[in-house]
């Protein structure tokens, strides 16, 4: 990564980076279906947002574009890939492999070639000890021993909501710098370790708040 798009990285508000990724993901389908380039409103109309927002986010991280052509549908692919992406692979964890974290494990690993799940842990014996979803499961009593060894910088969170908050301190000692929260348990990290919190619950709740007003 250039050290404008470095510096572009370390400053994109949080939304934007999730429509990056979102961008990203739309333009791998369509370069599977054999197109080259793109317009910022076709790609806009894909995500449900304008094109002024489009050009406003793909400005942000230092992208211009062959305005009579449009984007180059891979060169798009390439860059964001240097803004979203670490240098290197990064290793992710899985605490608690129910089967929600095996869904995960299954569509997740081989999309992204920097980014793997590659440990999971759980306190079940039945579990620990085998490969689940393609994924080694450790016990969780060994977490900190193998989350550093297996150098991982990101967990994913789907233990039960009771036995979440336990998992600060471990997570902490582990080097851990991002978490993806499944529980509806409110977690304590310090401002060092990003932390997204994802209730599935109140998700579907808020969605179907609004849906009852469209019948």
């Known amino acids: 990564m250039t050290d404008a798009a470095h510096t572009a990285a370390k400053k994109l508000p949080e939304r934007t980076v999730e429509r990056l990724s979102e961008y990203r ?97 759980d306190i079940d014996p039945q579990k620990a000890g085998r490969t689940v979803a393609g994924v080694p499961c450790y016990h969780m009593d060994t977490f900190v021993e193998t989350a550093l060894r297996h150098d991982i910088r990101v967990v994913i969170l789907s233990s039960p909501s009771s036995v979440a908050a336990g998992m600060v301190d471990p997570i902490l000692r582990a080097g851990v710098r991002g978490v993806l929260n499944f529980t509806s348990t409110p977690l304590n990290f310090p401002d060092s370790v990003y932390v997204e919190d994802y209730d599935i619950i109140t998700w579907l709740e808020k969605v179907a708040y609004f849906a009852k007003d469209n019948r």
Do not use: W
């Open 25 to 121: 993901r739309m333009l791998l389908e369509c370069l599977r279906q054999g197109r080259t380039h793109i317009y910022s409103h076709e790609l806009a109309s894909m995500h449900g947002i304008t094109a002024v927002q489009v050009r406003r986010d793909l400005m942000l991280i230092g992208f211009s574009s062959d305005t009579k052509k449009g984007y180059a549908v891979e060169v798009l692919i390439d860059f964001i890939g240097t803004i979203l992406d670490s240098p290197d692979p990064l290793n992710v964890g899985i605490i608690g492999m129910g089967n929600l974290a095996q869904a995960l494990t299954h569509y997740f690993n081989g999309k992204r070639t920097q980014l793997r799940i590659t440990a999971a842990f």
